[in-house]
């Protein structure tokens, strides 16, 4: 069965600063792993997405994240936080062979205090 | 290229009526799934249609249904409204081939917010 887990519902972090915000998974078999993030009244907007190679995937916006196998992780980063990034972030899974539908997490509310 | 439609963007029901929701996928696009989003329960799968085929269904009762046009557009019916079916619900649109093991990534549309009073 797949899962994913985001521990945080809400992070705090002052503009400037680097931020993370956590995503563990678990499938079947190997993993697609993907993060969305939701502004108010919108839909989802796709941000990057980790499906082979090199673990370490650079998406939209400045962001990027590592995939740690071991760890069963997906942590989404970025070096330096902006107010703009203020938003509800999902991470979610697709099991490789599984149908084509995501699973996602609880989501984590991300504030960037100026 | 335009992105993912969805008609309407919003709507007020009311218990026991029914409702059709509209998804126009990215051109070229073959894939359409749907998702429901409430405060309780998060994102949750509801189906996905594949080349005017249902090829996977979440765990929803049958008063929702759906179905493909043969341009890919897609319809979700909701049936016999219940206060529990308010939601903003999303649907998403990939190229990705039908079955297992896609690489596809899913583009949502804003949604339509459903009101059932």
């Known amino acids: 069965a797949q899962s994913v887990a985001q521990p945080e519902d809400q992070v705090n972090v002052a503009e400037g600063n680097p931020l993370t915000v956590k995503c563990t998974y678990s499938?079947?078999?190997?993993?697609?792993l993907f993060w969305y993030v939701q502004y108010p009244n919108r839909g989802l907007q796709f941000l990057l997405k980790?499906?082979?190679?090199?673990?370490l995937v650079k998406g939209s916006y400045g962001f990027e994240a590592e995939f740690n196998k071991s760890q069963t992780s997906f942590h989404l980063k970025k070096p330096s936080a902006l107010v703009s990034d203020s938003a509800l972030y999902f991470c979610?899974?697709?099991?490789?062979?599984?149908?084509?539908?995501?699973?996602f997490g609880t989501g984590t509310r991300l504030t960037v205090i100026p | 290229k335009a992105g993912v439609t969805q008609t309407p963007r919003y709507l007020i029901k009311t218990r026991g009526q029914q409702v059709t929701l509209s998804c126009s996928p990215i051109s070229g696009h073959r894939s359409v799934s749907w998702y429901q989003q409430t405060p309780g329960q998060g994102l949750q799968f509801l189906f996905e249609y594949f080349s005017e085929t249902q090829r996977n269904k979440g765990n929803f009762p049958g008063r929702f249904s759906g179905r493909q046009f043969s341009n890919s557009r897609s319809e979700m019916n909701v049936s016999t409204l219940e206060l529990g079916d308010s939601a903003l619900y999303l649907c998403?649109?990939?190229?990705?081939?039908?079955?297992?093991?896609?690489?596809?990534?899913?583009?949502f549309g804003p949604g339509t917010r459903l009101l059932v009073l």
């Open positions: 499938v079947s078999g190997n993993p697609y």
């Open positions: 998403a649109s990939s190229s990705g081939l039908a079955g297992g093991g896609t690489k596809e990534t899913q583009y």
């Open positions: 979610a899974v697709r099991d490789w062979g599984g149908a084509n539908n995501l699973f």
């Open positions: 980790y499906i082979t190679g090199d673990n």
